[in-house]
């Protein structure tokens, strides 16, 4: 009587689970001389993974209990995984191995899936729930990248942090926020990347802008601008950079340099000789006072705040670095007490007069290299250089020999701020 009342194929849903129910009149033949027979037949079918399955009952009600049961098994993902396909089986294994951490069932994962698919046709469901998350925290603080940079750079400057420092921020960050006129929270990866391949930078520049983007993002992070889930450099990638030979001068071209600085430029002097023979940077010597080289007797000692590490370090004050600061003429607390820009000025006459081609942090790269054949000790001479002993020992290991070396740390002054006539070596 049931299966007079219901129209076939009758369905049993369970949740996205469906079981069909067909009718079918079947006749069986004669046996014996008697007549055929009619009776009724009721076929349960379902899919199992790609194949389908089917079951024969006598009763409708038997193939509605049956059926019944199979859409719940379905529904709660409770299917045998050996009547699967090899392939089927597999995929249907790595799909529960992937919602184990989420603690949603595989029929409700595929059903939110297909349903979010829909809704975003031909985009991405992951890139739609970072935007979402951008957009919709309720903790985030929407605000211009103009300000986050305002503010981050006026943090650093409370903080301390060096001038130059500072100056390649502002540099980096106002060339983002100028052509990002936008809530930080609306920036994405592809636009990033569109305007870093933009600027056409080298690769050593690339990698400074996403550094400074970096720490940009995770600052704008812990003031809940932006998700902490969120990274919009995802995806963009470092680029190699080209090893590059280490430029050094000769003891004979440090002879030329401190010489015409001696005769025509001696506020320059005591710059020259403390990349020479303490290695400073130009960017720590325009820092140094007169009572940094004389507070602990045979040493200079760089403040963190003139050193770029930001760290306080001793470097030993040689022979020779003191007879040539014995010369130098002090007009100001400050060792070079002039702007940064009339220091560049000066340097490359100096050096143009001297005919010597000058090598950007040539000096401190000689004197490490000297340093490091002379005490043969990475280590020291990374602790002296303000470097990690690695980098000292790949960058600097064999580019001057103890021979070179001596003759480095030989160029002195004679009376009057004339060099001593030495004998170098050719190697020198």
Same mark, same amino acid.
């Given at each position: ?154 943090? %650093?400057? $409370? +903080?301390?942090?060096?001038? !130059?420092?500072? *100056?390649?921020?502002?540099? =980096? @960050?106002?060339?983002? /926020?100028? &052509? ?59 680029? %190699?950079? $080209? +090893?590059?030979?280490?430029? !050094?001068?000769? *003891?004979?071209?440090?002879? =030329? @340099?401190?010489?015409? /600085?001696? &005769? ?75 702007? =940064? ?88």
């Amino acid at each position: 009587m049931a299966a007079k009342r219901s129209r076939f194929p009758y369905t049993v849903k369970r949740g996205s689970a469906q079981v069909k129910i067909y009718h079918y009149k079947r006749t069986s033949t004669r046996v014996r001389g008697r007549k055929s027979v009619s009776y009724d037949e009721f076929t349960v079918a379902y899919y199992l993974g790609s194949k389908r399955k089917k079951e024969t009952f006598s009763t409708f009600n038997k193939a509605l209990t049956f059926a019944e049961i199979k859409a719940a098994e379905l529904s709660r993902g409770e299917v045998d995984a050996v009547m699967f396909s090899g392939s089927d089986r597999l995929a249907y294994g790595q799909a529960l191995e992937t919602l184990k951490p989420t603690k949603v069932d595989l029929n409700s994962a595929v059903s939110e899936y297909a349903q979010a698919k829909k809704i975003l046709g031909g985009y991405s469901i992951a890139e739609a729930s970072r935007y979402f998350m951008r957009h919709h925290s309720e903790e985030l603080i929407p605000k211009p990248v103009k300000d986050v940079v305002n503010e981050i750079i006026q943090k %650093k400057t $409370k +903080a301390g942090l060096s001038d !130059v420092y500072l *100056a390649d921020l502002r540099y =980096r @960050l106002g060339q983002f /926020a100028e &052509d990002f006129v936008c809530k930080i929270n609306q920036t994405t990866s592809d636009q990033i990347e569109l305007w870093l391949d933009g600027l056409d930078l080298s690769a050593r520049s690339h990698n400074n802008h996403l550094r400074t983007l970096n720490t940009f993002f995770n600052f704008a992070k812990t003031r809940k601008y932006l998700s902490k889930d969120y990274n919009p450099l995802e995806g963009i990638l470092r680029r %190699k950079q $080209k +090893a590059k030979s280490v430029p !050094v001068f000769s *003891a004979k071209e440090l002879a =030329r @340099l401190l010489e015409c /600085a001696a &005769d025509n430029h001696p506020d320059y002097l005591p710059c020259l000789a403390l990349g020479a023979f303490a290695g400073f940077r130009q960017s720590e010597i325009v820092r140094l006072s007169w009572e940094d080289i004389e507070r602990a007797p045979g040493f200079v000692e760089a403040e963190a705040n003139a050193a770029k590490t930001q760290r306080r370090r001793l470097v030993e004050i040689k022979p020779v670095l003191e007879k040539w600061l014995a010369v130098s003429p002090r007009q100001s607390p400050k060792v070079w007490p002039h702007s =940064r820009h009339y220091l560049n000025e000066v340097r490359a006459e100096n050096a143009e007069q001297a005919k010597v081609k000058w090598k950007d942090n040539g000096l401190r790269h000689t004197w490490v290299s000297c340093r490091l054949a002379e005490t043969e000790s990475a280590d020291k001479t990374a602790l002296e250089a303000g470097n990690s002993p690695q980098m000292v020992f790949s960058n600097y290991r064999e580019l001057r020999t103890p021979a070179q070396a001596k003759a480095w740390f030989s160029v002195e002054p004679a009376g009057g701020g004339k060099i001593v006539s030495i004998r170098q070596s050719k190697s020198a």
